[in-house]
């Protein structure tokens, strides 16, 4: 195979790739929307909250960097999302200006909740 077609060919497999990603990213996003998460969550690091005030729970992105490498992190959020968490054990404090995650069973399914949870531990920034 010449250059030239090696070239196209792995220019075609990253547009297919990143594609794919693209749909998942929206359908994600969709998720978070639908399910409330986007009430108190941004994804991207540095945006501010309401009123400008600290936004309400962590950014998706620095979650996903405090939580990389660490075994169970997709168990143990995933729980978080579904039950809450405590106000006295908050990790975020006067990072963010929500006490604790309120338990999120009735607006989201378990399944559903995992597979936001893996995504979201993507997001860390490179």
């Known amino acids: 195979m010449n250059a030239l077609r090696k070239t196209v060919l792995l220019a075609g497999l990253g547009l297919v790739a990143s594609t794919a990603f693209a749909a998942v990213d929206d359908d994600m996003k969709a998720l978070a929307s639908k399910s409330g998460c986007l009430t108190c969550h941004a994804i991207e690091s540095g945006t501010p909250g309401p009123n400008g005030m600290a936004p309400i729970g962590?950014?998706?992105q620095d979650v996903a960097k405090m939580y990389q490498g660490k075994p169970g992190a997709d168990t143990f959020?995933?729980?978080v999302v579904l039950e809450g968490s405590?106000?006295?054990?908050?990790?975020w404090k006067n990072q963010v200006s929500g006490l604790a995650m309120p338990p999120n069973k009735v607006a989201i399914k378990?399944?559903?909740?995992k597979k936001l949870v893996k995504w979201i531990l993507t997001l860390a920034p490179k």
């Open 77 to 79: 959020l995933t729980r």
């Open 86 to 91: 405590n106000p006295y054990g908050s990790h």
């Open 110 to 113: 378990e399944a559903d909740a």
């Open 58 to 60: 962590p950014a998706w």
